[in-house]
């Protein structure tokens, strides 16, 4: 599966995950799956990491994958948090 989305923003050529010996996939593997972890290490390393969050707590479209180095499901309780403040 190759991540599309929704609009490509200039930093995302800057990001870990945009570099050419990672495997697209690794950010959707199950969390049962090294890609899982690969995809978090790489995440953590990013220098654009707190944009990548910002973007994907901003687009609700956007609902699989590891996105800044968080689960979907880790982003789906962040979006909760952030719509009750």
Do not use: S
């Not at 490509?8 to 199950?30: G, H, L, N």
């Not at 890609?35 to 990548?52: E, F």
Request: proline share 7%; net charge negative; hydrophobic share 40%.
């Amino acid at each position: 599966m190759v991540m599309t989305p929704p609009v490509r923003e200039p930093w995302m050529d800057a990001a870990a995950c945009a570099r050419p010996e990672v495997d697209p996939d690794w950010w959707f593997a199950t969390e049962a799956k090294d890609g899982h972890l690969l995809a978090m290490g790489y995440c953590n390393a990013c220098d654009v990491q707190p944009t990548c969050l910002g973007y994907v707590l901003d687009h609700l479209d956007l609902t699989d994958g590891i996105w800044a180095g968080f689960t979907i499901r880790q982003i789906g309780k962040m979006r909760r948090k952030k719509c009750n403040q």
